[in-house]
């Protein structure tokens, strides 16, 4: 468990009916329940021999609810983010957005309900624009199957940046972040 993830907790209930035939002690598996205070996916390019974060994706206040019939639910806060690498940091693609969906399915149709208290806020920049482009680039012969995997390849270390002083002074400097609702005690 990541550092930034101690301390959360969740849980899972399986929701059960019993038989009302006394002979018969089986139990019937009603629905699945899924509790969590965060669930977060880091996606990394490692196509370069080079581990570079990509997206970092916050599923936060999740609640899941899996009806064996035909009823589920889910909700959430989701937040994406995208690795800038050009400030060495982490830039808000969507911003937090409280959302809930409701899956029904009958023998004729499914629906899916989304409801949302506010408006979905994407934020797509330059920077994102190029990250995409890049990335799709690099993917394209991997996914036609042009390009061969040698596994004997050494990695290389990921490295944001490199500060080399010049100057012939001593100098001092800082990197300013914005807090991640993971590393927030009080989100």
């Avoid at 920049?125 to 996914?143: C, D, M, N």
Wanted: charged share 20%; net charge negative; hydrophobic share 35%.
């Amino acid at each position: 468990v990541p550092p930034d993830h101690v301390g959360t907790t969740s849980e899972v209930t399986m929701t059960t009916t019993e038989n009302s035939d006394s002979r018969d002690n089986n139990v019937n598996l009603v629905g699945i329940e899924v509790k969590c205070n965060a669930v977060s996916l880091c996606v990394i390019d490692d196509y370069a021999d080079r581990d570079i974060p990509l997206l970092r994706i916050l599923l936060a206040g999740l609640h899941v609810w899996y009806d064996m019939k035909d009823v589920s639910s889910l909700s959430n806060t989701l937040s994406v983010d995208y690795y800038n690498s050009y400030v060495s940091g982490w830039e808000p693609l969507v911003e937090p957005w409280k959302v809930d969906l409701h899956y029904v399915s009958t023998p004729q149709y499914s629906t899916i309900k989304v409801d949302a208290a506010s408006t979905l806020n994407l934020n797509l920049t330059h920077s994102f624009y190029k990250l995409a482009l890049t990335t799709l680039e690099r993917l394209k012969p991997v996914l036609t199957r042009q390009v061969t995997v040698d596994r004997k390849v050494v990695r290389k270390p990921f490295i944001p940046f490199l500060i080399r002083n010049q100057t012939g002074h001593e100098l001092r400097f800082a990197r300013e972040t914005r807090t991640h609702p993971l590393n927030d005690p009080n989100p």
